[in-house]
C-alpha cells in the first residue's frame, strides 16, 4: 500500500512543452505539498494545499500551476517547460496544517532537454 | 525568513563508527525539529522528529535532542551501518501562536558514506 503515490516516476520532454504530475495520497490526510529537488539536492516546498485551498504559493513562476480536485489529490501542471525546470518533484502530505511530520512520494525525475 | 544549516558533505566513515551530524536554526516562533533520510532513488523518509525543547527524538539507534539554546538539533548514532549510507535532512516546520504553520524547511542535505 503506497501512501503518497506520484506519477510518472521519470519525465523526459523537450522545452516549451506542457506536463503535468500527478499525486495522490492514501492517508486520509487534510494537507498536501510540492517541494522541488535541485540537481544539488536542495528541497525547497512549492506549494501547499489543504482541504483544496492554496495555504502557501512560495515564490513559483505562473508558468506552475497546482490543482487539487479532492483532498485525495494533488497535482503539477507545468506550462512551457524551461531547462531550469529539471528537477526532482516530491509530493507530501500531513494530516493538516499542524501536524507535521509530513509523508512523501518517490518523487518525480523532470529532464528537460 | 527560517533556515536550516547543516554540515556540508559527503561524510565518509567505516562501519560501527560514532556518528554525528550537526544542524542548526533560526526560526521566530515555535518550531517543530525533523531529521528526514532519502536513500538512493527514493522518497524523503521522516527519521525523528521533536516538538519542544529538550525533547528526544530517536528511531533505529539515531537520536537527536531538541535544544533551544544553542537552536541545534545534532543527529547522532553510536555505531553506523554499510544500510545507513544515505542522505540526511534536517528540517524545521513552525507552529504559529495564532495557528497554522509553514511547510517545511529543510538544510542542504548531508551525504553519509558508510564503508565496510
Given at each position: 500500500?503506497?501512501?503518497v503515490s506520484q506519477t510518472p516516476k521519470y519525465l523526459v520532454t523537450q522545452m516549451g512543452n506542457d506536463k503535468s504530475i500527478k499525486c495522490e495520497q492514501n492517508l486520509g490526510h487534510d494537507t498536501m505539498y510540492w517541494y522541488k529537488q535541485d540537481s544539488k539536492k536542495f528541497l525547497k516546498i512549492m506549494f501547499s494545499y489543504n482541504n483544496k485551498e492554496l495555504i502557501i504559493n512560495e515564490t513559483v513562476p505562473n508558468r506552475f500551476s497546482p490543482?487539487?480536485?479532492d483532498k485525495a489529490h494533488l497535482n503539477l501542471h507545468i506550462n512551457s517547460l524551461e531547462l531550469g525546470d529539471s528537477a526532482v518533484y516530491f509530493c507530501a502530505s500531513s494530516q493538516d496544517l499542524l501536524d507535521q511530520p509530513q509523508h512523501f512520494g518517490d518523487g518525480t525525475r523532470l529532464s528537460i532537454l | 525568513g527560517n533556515s536550516v544549516t547543516q554540515m556540508e558533505g559527503p561524510v565518509t566513515l567505516s562501519e560501527e563508527a560514532f556518528l554525528t551530524i550537526n544542524c542548526t536554526y533560526t526560526a521566530t516562533g515555535y518550531?517543530?525539529?525533523?531529521?528526514?533520510?532519502?536513500?538512493?532513488?527514493?522518497?524523503?523518509?521522516l527519521l525523528l522528529k521533536a516538538t519542544k525543547a529538550?525533547?528526544?527524538g530517536s528511531n533505529k539507534g539515531f537520536e537527536a535532542t531538541y535544544r533551544k539554546e544553542t537552536t541545534s538539533f545534532h543527529l547522532e548514532k553510536g555505531s553506523v551501518q554499510v544500510?545507513?549510507?544515505?542522505?540526511y535532512f534536517c528540517a524545521l516546520s513552525e507552529t504559529y501562536s495564532g495557528g497554522g504553520a509553514d511547510g517545511l524547511t529543510f538544510g542542504k542535505g548531508t551525504h553519509l558514506i558508510i564503508q565496510p
Amino acid at each position: 500500500d503506497t501512501a503518497v503515490s506520484q506519477t510518472p516516476k521519470y519525465l523526459v520532454t523537450q522545452m516549451g512543452n506542457d506536463k503535468s504530475i500527478k499525486c495522490e495520497q492514501n492517508l486520509g490526510h487534510d494537507t498536501m505539498y510540492w517541494y522541488k529537488q535541485d540537481s544539488k539536492k536542495f528541497l525547497k516546498i512549492m506549494f501547499s494545499y489543504n482541504n483544496k485551498e492554496l495555504i502557501i504559493n512560495e515564490t513559483v513562476p505562473n508558468r506552475f500551476s497546482p490543482k487539487s480536485p479532492d483532498k485525495a489529490h494533488l497535482n503539477l501542471h507545468i506550462n512551457s517547460l524551461e531547462l531550469g525546470d529539471s528537477a526532482v518533484y516530491f509530493c507530501a502530505s500531513s494530516q493538516d496544517l499542524l501536524d507535521q511530520p509530513q509523508h512523501f512520494g518517490d518523487g518525480t525525475r523532470l529532464s528537460i532537454l | 525568513g527560517n533556515s536550516v544549516t547543516q554540515m556540508e558533505g559527503p561524510v565518509t566513515l567505516s562501519e560501527e563508527a560514532f556518528l554525528t551530524i550537526n544542524c542548526t536554526y533560526t526560526a521566530t516562533g515555535y518550531p517543530s525539529l525533523f531529521w528526514y533520510v532519502q536513500y538512493p532513488g527514493e522518497g524523503l523518509q521522516l527519521l525523528l522528529k521533536a516538538t519542544k525543547a529538550d525533547d528526544k527524538g530517536s528511531n533505529k539507534g539515531f537520536e537527536a535532542t531538541y535544544r533551544k539554546e544553542t537552536t541545534s538539533f545534532h543527529l547522532e548514532k553510536g555505531s553506523v551501518q554499510v544500510s545507513d549510507s544515505a542522505v540526511y535532512f534536517c528540517a524545521l516546520s513552525e507552529t504559529y501562536s495564532g495557528g497554522g504553520a509553514d511547510g517545511l524547511t529543510f538544510g542542504k542535505g548531508t551525504h553519509l558514506i558508510i564503508q565496510p
